[in-house]
């Protein structure tokens, strides 16, 4: 079986760009979490997707969205990028929704803001 | 915040020893995870402890939860180099919907 894939792995924009991050899950599975990972915060919960809607969200400004297709693929979407916004995207997935089994996560996009 | 705190944040140990890295954690929860990263890379799932167990094992990992002390212990036994990585607990706290991750141990084991 497949594992998560992200795409791309790397990617250097400037400030007041957008960027659109993409996932593929294991296949069968219907859940998509998305997490920001930076030396500073460590890793940060921006939010999930099962069955094309988002379920949850964590505390990150309107700029990041996402959306999940009806495949499962999701993308996540940040506009405006700042300099702060630099940082390892992880995408992870599940076959259940929320948190009540393991994840299993992509290599990640790692993203560069200058 | 609701992450857990883990300790120490670094460990340097030679292969062959054991290793143990804690985490502490907030609220009330329904499990405790522990995942490894390799530098820069994804998160790889290690083990789950559910609320009412007490210790876990799978292979060289031993895992431990007091939810009295709202604490957790990850042992690594008999270490190699290849356990060299970033180890973090992640909590589901109860009624929450996603992982509370710590801030991570970096593990070190010298050849």
């Known amino acids: 079986k497949a594992g998560v894939t992200q795409t791309p792995r790397y990617l250097i924009k400037t400030r007041g760009q957008q960027v659109t991050l993409s996932c593929s899950p294991i296949?069968?599975?219907?859940?998509v979490s998305w997490y920001q990972q930076t030396p500073g915060q460590g890793l940060q919960f921006l939010f999930e997707?099962?069955?094309?809607?988002?379920?949850n969200k964590g505390n990150f400004p309107g700029r990041f969205s996402g959306r999940q297709f009806s495949n499962s693929r999701s993308e996540m979407n940040v506009s405006t990028l700042e300099l702060g916004d630099s940082a390892l995207y992880l995408c992870?997935?599940?076959?259940?929704?929320?948190?009540?089994?393991?994840?299993?996560f992509g290599e990640g996009s790692r993203l560069t803001v200058l | 915040s609701q992450q857990g705190e883990e300790d120490p944040q670094a460990l340097s140990i030679q292969e062959g020893e054991n290793a143990t890295m804690n985490c502490s954690y907030k609220t009330s929860i329904n499990n405790l995870q522990w995942y490894r990263q390799n530098s820069g890379r994804g998160l790889v799932h290690l083990i789950l402890?559910?609320?009412?167990?007490r210790e876990k094992h799978s292979g060289r990992l031993r895992v431990t939860l007091d939810t009295s002390k709202k604490s957790s212990s990850l042992l690594i036994t008999a270490s190699r180099a290849a356990d060299t990585a970033s180890y973090f607990c992640?909590?589901?706290?109860?009624?929450?919907?996603?992982?509370?991750f710590g801030t991570g141990t970096r593990l070190t084991v010298i050849p």
């Open positions: 992640a909590t589901e706290e109860t009624g929450a919907n996603n992982l509370f």
């Open positions: 992870a997935s599940s076959p259940v929704l929320g948190s009540t089994g393991e994840l299993f």
């Open positions: 997707y099962f069955s094309e809607t988002q379920r």
């Open positions: 296949s069968g599975h219907r859940s």
């Open positions: 402890i559910r609320s009412n167990e």
